[in-house]
């Protein structure tokens, strides 16, 4: 039986919080922490130098050896450098251990070899780590020990941001401050910042280790480049929701456990579609901690499952032909007084502050599909969207028939002078309780999906960092507020204006919504008929970064500068680049060292049985057709992996990160299907004891 844990004892242990400092640190040296949390600003060096030592001395306590600035550069992953709590051995020998205020909130990196878009080269190494006195500092338990990890920005020496986190700070500021604008219409005076809130569901592959060892795709590329269907996948539709394999069990224990202890409020797991896929969800959490949370989350996955001899898998389509894993980036707005900005009450057509909000991010979200779309972008996630699993690439909005009901209404005739009700779900039995329903479905279809009180944008993919989602959601959300406050400033009649915006926003931006089938062909045709975008591919939305729309939007916030988004839209050419060349080479080796020299075998035990049956005198007809049609698809795969090897070595010769992006998009991906297809088929004749890898079906039940 394994070991007993009291959650709320565990819960935090390993995080350096509120509490913690409160009950550390002087009185006026927490009162000024907090303020700088809540109102910004700087810490006083002597304050600095105090929260340092209490900090050092509390990681120590809990066997911390090493501290480090942890960040998160444009890999879309976090980074680390570790540091001894060393310093010079006094007179007599002895070790003393020290942490200053200044290296509590400076380091200095390395730079260059980061990804960075042409903002620094080789030679310009120098790049800055500042302290986030927003998200708390943890300790990590790895191989390396205990060593206290501290939430930091990274910029380079000129001042531009290399990381994911400083952009996200930005528009969380840009946020508050617009929202603020619109609840003081609304006489709000307590209220002195709206916080963005995130909940982000993270969805998973377990596979076996030896298994994994096993399949050179896995290791170099995280999923799957061959592999013909197993003869069950997940049209039964069992494993969804289904009872927890007790080695999977297991797993989710440990992780919950050690995620409660870095103060990830951990809460709902449960089996996911697709065999062998699984899902953890958290409760909402400011976004710039959510944020930082999630990256800890998928680290703890995959620290984990290489204790219970599996590894995890975050790629976001492991296993062609079955579900690949998303990220619901559940996003909601909220006042420091309490009041839930999307919150609609039980009358949301009475409900004026309500419709405001959501008229504006209407618009936010028209104006900015592009970059809306462009922000869950990532090479993996290409092969998710619009592939009747996840919501397509065309964004749109789904408000449920209460809310719709509602915009109709103001869009007709001004006023919404009814609500549309749940009415009450009746189970016709005695012993069970009927109950009132909620007044509109549920559409997972839908790329952002308005769920009760909140938004879920639910294009995200799973190994992707939710930073950039959020940091898009908050500046077009920003912009469409601010240009609300300021007409609304100025009206001479606040009542009147206000209806009159509310009308004129919900009817120019009414295309955004779509409440049917996101699956469907049809909406297709019909998203461009009403002139939505329709952007395929990771690398076709790199360009919406640097539109002049784009552009005066993150300019207008400062969360991004112009040359801050060109070297956003450089990186996206250059990962997407050399993602497709790693996942190529990979299936050159397993096609030329594992999967043709197997069949070659294979063929030969067939030539040789044919031989022998003939001089048996029997009939040797289905052997010999077997053998042409192995030696025909063998004939076809050798074929197909001389022109991948030819695209692939024409694709390093393009010097231009755009063209080379769209030409490993559009001839080396190619190349890739044409060497599958006849690999796949072979796989479903050749004798298993001779086909050199794991099977979908090895991989995926055999946890």
């Not at 591919?537 to 729309?549: G, P, V, Y």
């Amino acid at each position: 039986m394994s070991a007993v844990f009291n959650v709320e004892e565990i819960f935090a242990k390993n995080v350096f919080t509120l509490g913690k400092m409160k009950e550390r640190l002087p009185k006026n040296v927490y009162q000024e922490v907090v303020k700088v949390m809540n109102e910004g600003g700087e810490l006083s060096k002597a304050a600095a130098n105090v929260v340092a030592k209490e900090m050092k001395d509390w990681a120590v306590e809990n066997g911390a050896t090493h501290y480090t600035h942890w960040f998160q550069p444009l890999t879309g992953i976090t980074a680390e450098k570790h540091d001894a709590f060393v310093a010079h051995p006094d007179e007599e020998g002895r070790m003393l251990t020290e942490f200053s205020g200044k290296e509590l909130i400076k380091g200095e990196p390395d730079a260059s070899s980061f990804p960075s878009g042409g903002l620094r080269a080789t030679f310009e190494a120098r790049g800055y780590t500042a302290w986030d006195i927003t998200s708390p500092a943890f300790l990590k338990e790895s191989g390396c020990g205990m060593t206290l990890c501290i939430p930091t920005a990274f910029c380079s020496y000129t001042g531009e941001a290399l990381d994911k986190k400083t952009p996200l700070l930005r528009s969380m500021q840009a946020l508050s401050e617009q929202a603020l604008r619109i609840v003081r219409l609304f006489g709000d005076k307590e209220a002195t910042k709206v916080t963005a809130s995130v909940g982000a569901e993270q969805e998973y592959f377990l596979v076996d280790k030896d298994l994994y060892m096993q399949r050179t795709d896995l290791m170099f590329a995280g999923r799957t480049l061959f592999g013909a269907p197993a003869p069950k996948g997940q049209e039964m539709e069992d494993h969804y929701f289904g009872v927890i394999r007790e080695r999977v069990g297991a797993y989710m224990k440990d992780l919950n456990e050690e995620l409660w202890k870095l103060g990830v409020t951990a809460k709902t797991q449960h089996n996911e579609v697709a065999p062998a896929q699984h899902e953890l969800a958290p409760i909402y959490e400011t976004a710039n901690i959510a944020v930082d949370h999630n990256q800890l989350v998928m680290e703890a996955m995959k620290r984990v499952a290489i204790r219970h001899g599996m590894r995890c898998l975050l790629h976001e389509k492991p296993y062609a032909g079955v579900n690949g894993s998303g990220k619901h980036d559940n996003w909601s707005i909220t006042t420091d007084s309490g009041v839930n900005l999307l919150d609609p009450g039980d009358t949301p057509n009475a409900n004026i502050q309500f419709l405001l909000v959501l008229a504006c991010i209407m618009k936010a979200v028209d104006t900015h599909a592009d970059l809306l779309r462009q922000s869950a972008s990532d090479v993996g996630n290409d092969h998710r969207l619009g592939a009747n699993e996840a919501p397509p690439a065309i964004i749109s909005i789904f408000l449920g028939e209460q809310l719709e009901d509602v915009v109709n209404q103001l869009i007709e005739t001004g006023e919404a002078t009814s609500v549309k009700e749940g009415g009450r779900l009746r189970t016709g039995v005695k012993t069970l309780p009927d109950f009132k329903k909620d007044a509109t479905d549920r559409n997972r279809t839908s790329p952002f999906a308005f769920t009760g009180n909140k938004f879920e944008f639910r294009m995200v993919g799973s190994a992707d960092s939710i930073a950039s989602p959020n940091t898009t959601l908050n500046a077009i959300v920003a912009e469409a507020f601010c240009e609300a406050a300021d007409r609304l400033e100025k009206a001479d009649d606040l009542e009147l204006a206000i209806h009159d915006l509310i009308k004129e926003y919900m009817s120019e931006h009414q295309r955004i919504i779509f409440n049917g089938n996101g699956y469907a062909p049809e909406w297709v045709e019909e998203a461009e008929r009403r002139g939505l975008p329709n952007i395929k591919s990771m690398i076709e939305a790199a360009s919406t970064l640097t539109t002049d729309k784009a552009v005066k939007l993150f300019e207008k916030f400062r969360i991004f500068t112009k040359v801050e988004l060109e070297s956003r839209e450089e990186i996206i050419y250059e990962t997407y680049a050399k993602t497709i060349n790693i996942e190529a080479l990979a299936m050159i080796d397993m096609a030329g060292k594992q999967i043709i020299p197997a069949v070659v075998k294979y063929s030969k035990n067939l030539a040789d049985t044919v031989i022998a049956v003939k001089e048996a005198g029997a009939d040797a007809s289905m052997q010999q057709d077997l053998l042409k049609r192995v030696s025909t698809r063998l004939a076809a795969m050798q074929a197909a992996l001389t022109r991948l090897k030819q695209a692939e070595e024409e694709a390093s010769a393009i010097t231009d990160a755009r063209e080379q992006a769209f030409f490993y998009k559009n001839t080396v991906k190619s190349a890739m299907e044409e060497l599958r297809t006849p690999a796949d088929e072979l796989e479903m004749i050749v004798d298993k004891e001779i086909w050199p890898i794991p099977t979908y079906g090895e991989l995926m039940y055999e946890i």
